[in-house]
Protein backbone atom coordinates (compact mmCIF):
# COMPACT_ATOMS: atom_id res chain seq x y z
CA UNK A 1 0.00 0.00 0.00
CA UNK A 2 1.37 3.47 -1.13
CA UNK A 3 0.20 7.19 -0.21
CA UNK A 4 1.06 9.97 -2.69
CA UNK A 5 5.02 11.02 -2.25
CA UNK A 6 5.57 14.06 -1.46
CA UNK A 7 6.20 16.55 -3.73
CA UNK A 8 9.90 17.01 -4.33
CA UNK A 9 9.64 20.99 -4.31
CA UNK A 10 6.72 23.42 -3.86
CA UNK A 11 5.71 25.91 -6.12
CA UNK A 12 7.93 29.30 -5.50
CA UNK A 13 10.38 26.97 -4.39
CA UNK A 14 12.07 27.31 -7.87
CA UNK A 15 14.56 23.79 -7.75
CA UNK A 16 14.51 20.67 -7.27
CA UNK A 17 15.37 19.68 -3.73
CA UNK A 18 18.71 18.05 -3.83
CA UNK A 19 17.97 16.58 -0.68
CA UNK A 20 14.62 14.79 -1.81
CA UNK A 21 16.31 11.01 -1.95
CA UNK A 22 17.84 11.39 1.50
CA UNK A 23 14.27 12.21 2.67
CA UNK A 24 12.60 9.65 1.27
CA UNK A 25 14.45 7.09 2.73
CA UNK A 26 13.33 8.16 5.78
CA UNK A 27 10.15 7.00 4.88
CA UNK A 28 10.53 3.29 5.63
CA UNK A 29 11.66 4.18 9.13
CA UNK A 30 8.37 6.56 9.82
CA UNK A 31 5.55 4.37 8.74
CA UNK A 32 7.23 1.47 11.20
CA UNK A 33 7.21 4.11 14.16
CA UNK A 34 3.76 4.95 13.17
CA UNK A 35 2.43 2.13 12.84
CA UNK A 36 3.59 0.72 16.18
CA UNK A 37 2.44 3.73 17.58
CA UNK A 38 -1.40 3.69 16.20
CA UNK A 39 -1.89 0.42 15.47
CA UNK A 40 -3.41 1.21 12.00
CA UNK A 41 -1.61 1.59 8.83
CA UNK A 42 -4.01 3.65 7.33
CA UNK A 43 -3.37 6.25 9.88
CA UNK A 44 0.35 5.20 9.53
CA UNK A 45 0.51 6.64 6.36
CA UNK A 46 -1.78 9.65 6.47
CA UNK A 47 0.66 10.75 9.96
CA UNK A 48 3.52 10.15 7.66
CA UNK A 49 1.84 11.77 4.85
CA UNK A 50 1.65 14.91 6.82
CA UNK A 51 4.96 15.22 8.75
CA UNK A 52 6.10 15.40 4.63
CA UNK A 53 3.57 17.80 3.92
CA UNK A 54 4.91 19.67 7.01
CA UNK A 55 8.32 19.57 6.04
CA UNK A 56 8.12 20.70 1.86
CA UNK A 57 5.67 23.48 3.57
CA UNK A 58 8.90 25.29 4.98
CA UNK A 59 11.17 27.02 3.04
CA UNK A 60 14.05 25.86 1.53
CA UNK A 61 16.19 28.19 3.89
CA UNK A 62 14.19 26.56 6.73
CA UNK A 63 14.75 22.97 5.83
CA UNK A 64 18.41 23.46 4.77
CA UNK A 65 18.77 24.84 8.89
CA UNK A 66 17.73 21.59 9.87
CA UNK A 67 20.58 19.30 10.89
CA UNK A 68 19.12 16.20 11.03
CA UNK A 69 15.85 16.04 8.55
CA UNK A 70 15.35 12.42 9.43
CA UNK A 71 15.29 13.53 13.50
CA UNK A 72 13.08 16.26 12.74
CA UNK A 73 10.76 13.89 10.55
CA UNK A 74 10.53 11.47 13.28
CA UNK A 75 9.52 13.96 16.24
CA UNK A 76 6.89 15.43 14.29
CA UNK A 77 5.55 12.12 13.17
CA UNK A 78 5.53 10.76 16.83
CA UNK A 79 4.22 14.21 18.02
CA UNK A 80 1.41 13.89 15.15
CA UNK A 81 1.10 10.25 16.78
CA UNK A 82 0.79 11.33 20.09
CA UNK A 83 -2.27 13.62 19.41
CA UNK A 84 -4.12 11.16 17.57
CA UNK A 85 -4.12 8.90 20.48
CA UNK A 86 -5.37 11.40 23.02
CA UNK A 87 -8.35 11.60 20.82
CA UNK A 88 -8.58 8.00 19.39
CA UNK A 89 -9.88 6.85 22.71
CA UNK A 90 -13.06 8.76 22.10
CA UNK A 91 -13.44 8.16 18.90
CA UNK A 92 -13.26 4.20 19.70
CA UNK A 93 -16.07 4.50 22.36
CA UNK A 94 -18.62 5.15 19.12
CA UNK A 95 -17.01 2.15 17.59
CA UNK A 96 -19.27 -0.85 16.32
CA UNK A 97 -18.30 -3.59 18.43
CA UNK A 98 -14.46 -4.10 19.18
CA UNK A 99 -11.16 -2.87 18.16
CA UNK A 100 -8.61 -5.04 16.67
CA UNK A 101 -5.22 -3.31 15.65
CA UNK A 102 -4.80 -3.55 11.36
CA UNK A 103 -3.24 -6.84 10.66
CA UNK A 104 -0.37 -6.95 8.25
CA UNK A 105 0.62 -9.78 5.94
CA UNK A 106 4.30 -11.39 6.04
CA UNK A 107 7.08 -10.07 4.14
CA UNK A 108 6.48 -11.16 0.69
CA UNK A 109 2.44 -10.92 0.65
CA UNK A 110 3.35 -7.24 1.75
CA UNK A 111 5.86 -6.51 -1.47
CA UNK A 112 4.03 -8.69 -4.37
CA UNK A 113 0.23 -7.68 -3.07
CA UNK A 114 -1.65 -4.69 -4.41
CA UNK A 115 -3.92 -2.22 -2.82
CA UNK A 116 -6.19 0.14 -4.49
CA UNK A 117 -4.74 -0.64 -7.95
CA UNK A 118 -1.09 0.30 -6.71
CA UNK A 119 2.12 -2.15 -6.45
CA UNK A 120 3.61 -2.25 -3.09
CA UNK A 121 6.60 0.34 -2.35
CA UNK A 122 9.24 -1.74 -0.57
CA UNK A 123 10.18 1.77 1.28
CA UNK A 124 6.52 1.43 2.93
CA UNK A 125 7.17 -2.23 4.43
CA UNK A 126 6.32 -2.82 8.11
CA UNK A 127 9.32 -4.46 9.22
CA UNK A 128 8.16 -7.46 10.82
CA UNK A 129 9.20 -8.73 14.59
CA UNK A 130 7.85 -9.30 17.66
CA UNK A 131 7.14 -5.50 18.10
CA UNK A 132 4.21 -6.18 15.63
CA UNK A 133 2.56 -8.91 17.02
CA UNK A 134 -1.25 -8.64 17.80
CA UNK A 135 -0.65 -9.92 21.51
CA UNK A 136 1.85 -6.88 21.56
CA UNK A 137 -0.51 -4.64 19.64
CA UNK A 138 -3.26 -5.21 21.64
CA UNK A 139 -1.68 -4.84 24.97
CA UNK A 140 -0.16 -1.79 23.80
CA UNK A 141 -3.91 -0.40 23.38
CA UNK A 142 -4.12 -0.30 26.92
CA UNK A 143 -1.23 2.11 27.62
CA UNK A 144 -1.97 5.83 28.06
CA UNK A 145 -0.86 7.57 25.05
CA UNK A 146 2.08 8.93 26.73
CA UNK A 147 3.32 5.52 28.24
CA UNK A 148 2.95 4.05 24.59
CA UNK A 149 5.04 7.04 22.88
CA UNK A 150 7.13 6.67 25.23
CA UNK A 151 7.89 2.95 25.11
CA UNK A 152 7.91 2.38 21.66
CA UNK A 153 10.24 5.50 20.83
CA UNK A 154 12.93 3.96 23.94
CA UNK A 155 12.39 0.29 23.55
CA UNK A 156 11.95 -0.33 19.81
CA UNK A 157 13.25 2.29 18.55
CA UNK A 158 16.18 2.69 21.14
CA UNK A 159 15.81 6.48 20.98
CA UNK A 160 17.31 8.05 24.28
CA UNK A 161 14.83 8.76 27.13
CA UNK A 162 16.29 13.07 26.10
CA UNK A 163 14.76 12.26 22.58
CA UNK A 164 11.34 11.07 23.82
CA UNK A 165 11.38 13.60 26.40
CA UNK A 166 11.24 16.34 23.92
CA UNK A 167 8.44 14.63 21.86
CA UNK A 168 6.70 14.14 24.75
CA UNK A 169 6.69 17.34 26.11
CA UNK A 170 8.00 15.93 29.85
CA UNK A 171 11.09 14.89 31.52
CA UNK A 172 13.20 12.15 30.64
CA UNK A 173 12.84 11.41 34.06
CA UNK A 174 9.19 11.08 33.66
CA UNK A 175 9.81 9.65 30.31
CA UNK A 176 11.75 6.46 32.27
CA UNK A 177 8.63 5.50 34.68
CA UNK A 178 6.27 5.68 31.72
CA UNK A 179 8.34 3.32 29.90
CA UNK A 180 9.13 1.14 32.95
CA UNK A 181 5.23 1.20 33.45
CA UNK A 182 4.09 0.28 30.24
CA UNK A 183 7.07 -2.01 30.24
CA UNK A 184 5.41 -4.02 33.31
CA UNK A 185 1.92 -4.18 31.30
CA UNK A 186 4.10 -6.16 28.68
CA UNK A 187 5.61 -8.54 30.94
CA UNK A 188 2.19 -9.23 32.50
CA UNK A 189 0.63 -10.13 29.49
CA UNK A 190 3.51 -11.48 27.59
CA UNK A 191 2.61 -15.45 27.76
CA UNK A 192 5.10 -18.64 27.91
CA UNK A 193 7.36 -18.91 24.71
CA UNK A 194 6.43 -21.33 21.94
CA UNK A 195 8.49 -22.39 19.30
CA UNK A 196 7.51 -21.06 15.58
CA UNK A 197 7.28 -24.65 14.56
CA UNK A 198 4.73 -25.87 17.28
CA UNK A 199 2.62 -22.43 16.85
CA UNK A 200 2.54 -22.98 13.06
CA UNK A 201 1.16 -26.94 13.98
CA UNK A 202 -1.00 -25.66 16.00
CA UNK A 203 -2.32 -22.76 14.02
CA UNK A 204 -2.83 -25.73 11.03
CA UNK A 205 -4.52 -28.13 13.38
CA UNK A 206 -7.14 -25.23 14.23
CA UNK A 207 -7.70 -24.68 10.60
CA UNK A 208 -8.57 -28.10 10.13
CA UNK A 209 -10.36 -28.91 12.88
CA UNK A 210 -12.60 -25.67 11.58
CA UNK A 211 -13.05 -26.95 8.08
CA UNK A 212 -14.01 -29.93 9.30
CA UNK A 213 -16.34 -28.37 11.76
CA UNK A 214 -15.21 -30.57 14.59
CA UNK A 215 -16.31 -29.53 17.93
CA UNK A 216 -14.41 -31.81 20.07
CA UNK A 217 -10.82 -31.31 18.47
CA UNK A 218 -11.55 -27.55 18.58
CA UNK A 219 -12.00 -27.41 21.93
CA UNK A 220 -9.07 -29.47 22.27
CA UNK A 221 -6.72 -27.00 20.87
CA UNK A 222 -8.32 -24.13 23.22
CA UNK A 223 -7.37 -23.16 26.38
CA UNK A 224 -10.71 -23.72 28.50
CA UNK A 225 -10.60 -19.76 28.90
CA UNK A 226 -10.00 -19.06 25.33
CA UNK A 227 -11.55 -15.77 23.67
CA UNK A 228 -12.13 -14.86 20.43
CA UNK A 229 -12.78 -11.12 19.40
CA UNK A 230 -13.75 -9.95 16.16
CA UNK A 231 -13.84 -6.65 14.56
CA UNK A 232 -16.67 -5.88 11.66
CA UNK A 233 -16.48 -2.36 12.26
CA UNK A 234 -20.17 -1.98 11.87
CA UNK A 235 -19.45 -2.43 8.25
CA UNK A 236 -19.73 -6.28 7.84
CA UNK A 237 -21.15 -8.54 11.17
CA UNK A 238 -19.18 -9.95 13.71
CA UNK A 239 -19.64 -10.35 17.34
CA UNK A 240 -20.34 -7.34 19.05
CA UNK A 241 -18.35 -8.75 22.37
CA UNK A 242 -15.61 -11.43 22.62
CA UNK A 243 -16.81 -15.12 22.77
CA UNK A 244 -15.44 -16.83 26.29
CA UNK A 245 -14.80 -20.29 26.62
CA UNK A 246 -13.32 -23.13 24.81
CA UNK A 247 -16.62 -25.20 23.95
CA UNK A 248 -18.38 -21.27 23.51
CA UNK A 249 -15.26 -20.52 20.70
CA UNK A 250 -15.59 -24.14 19.18
CA UNK A 251 -19.05 -23.57 18.74
CA UNK A 252 -19.15 -20.07 17.35
CA UNK A 253 -16.58 -21.56 14.48
CA UNK A 254 -18.19 -24.48 13.46
CA UNK A 255 -21.49 -22.33 12.87
CA UNK A 256 -19.27 -19.77 11.36
CA UNK A 257 -18.09 -22.48 8.58
CA UNK A 258 -21.92 -24.15 8.36
CA UNK A 259 -22.75 -20.53 7.51
CA UNK A 260 -20.71 -19.77 5.15
CA UNK A 261 -19.38 -23.16 3.33
CA UNK A 262 -17.80 -21.36 0.22
CA UNK A 263 -14.91 -19.82 2.27
CA UNK A 264 -11.37 -20.63 1.61
CA UNK A 265 -8.85 -20.67 4.38
CA UNK A 266 -5.39 -20.12 4.09
CA UNK A 267 -2.62 -20.84 6.19
CA UNK A 268 -0.26 -17.02 6.31
CA UNK A 269 1.34 -14.98 8.51
CA UNK A 270 -0.03 -12.21 10.20
CA UNK A 271 2.18 -9.89 11.93
CA UNK A 272 5.02 -11.95 11.82
CA UNK A 273 2.79 -15.10 13.48
CA UNK A 274 1.15 -18.12 12.09
CA UNK A 275 -2.11 -16.55 11.03
CA UNK A 276 -5.10 -17.84 8.68
CA UNK A 277 -6.67 -15.72 6.32
CA UNK A 278 -10.63 -16.54 5.37
CA UNK A 279 -11.37 -15.88 1.71
CA UNK A 280 -14.80 -15.70 -0.83
CA UNK A 281 -13.83 -15.78 -4.17
CA UNK A 282 -10.82 -14.42 -3.71
CA UNK A 283 -11.51 -11.39 -1.42
CA UNK A 284 -10.03 -11.47 2.06
CA UNK A 285 -13.21 -11.40 4.50
CA UNK A 286 -11.27 -11.94 7.61
CA UNK A 287 -7.53 -12.35 8.84
CA UNK A 288 -7.58 -14.16 12.20
CA UNK A 289 -3.90 -14.05 14.81
CA UNK A 290 -3.21 -16.23 17.80
CA UNK A 291 -1.65 -15.69 21.45
CA UNK A 292 -0.88 -19.38 22.05
CA UNK A 293 0.79 -20.37 25.53
CA UNK A 294 1.35 -24.23 27.07
CA UNK A 295 0.20 -25.48 23.54
CA UNK A 296 -3.24 -24.03 23.77
CA UNK A 297 -4.74 -21.20 22.04
CA UNK A 298 -5.37 -18.24 24.57
CA UNK A 299 -6.55 -15.41 22.43
CA UNK A 300 -8.09 -15.48 18.32
CA UNK A 301 -8.22 -12.11 17.29
CA UNK A 302 -10.67 -12.12 13.67
CA UNK A 303 -10.15 -8.54 12.13
CA UNK A 304 -13.56 -8.59 8.93
CA UNK A 305 -13.70 -4.75 8.63
CA UNK A 306 -12.68 -4.84 5.17
CA UNK A 307 -10.99 -1.16 5.66
CA UNK A 308 -8.39 -2.64 7.38
CA UNK A 309 -7.75 -5.57 5.37
CA UNK A 310 -6.86 -3.86 2.12
CA UNK A 311 -3.47 -5.35 1.59
CA UNK A 312 -4.82 -8.90 2.07
CA UNK A 313 -6.65 -8.68 -1.45
CA UNK A 314 -4.79 -8.93 -4.79
CA UNK A 315 -6.66 -5.92 -6.80
Known amino acids: MTTPSPSPSRPGDGTHDPD ?41 QQREGIDSPGAWLTTVTSRICLDLLGSARARREHYVGE ?18 GATVDPADRITLDESVNMAFLVVLE ?41 RRRIRAAQPSAVSAPRRAGIVKAFKQAWEAKDIDALIGLLAPDATATGDGGGIVPAALHPVAGAEQVARFFADRAKAVPDVVVVECTVNGQPGLVAQLDGVAVSVLAFDIADDRIQRIWAVLNPEKLRPWTAA
Open 142 to 182: SMTPAERVAFVLHDVFRYSFAEVAEIVGRTPAACRQLASSA
Open 99 to 116: WIPEPLPDGTQWMNGRSS
Open 20 to 60: LSVIMRERRQLINVAYRLLGSLAEAEDVVQEAYTRWYGMSQ
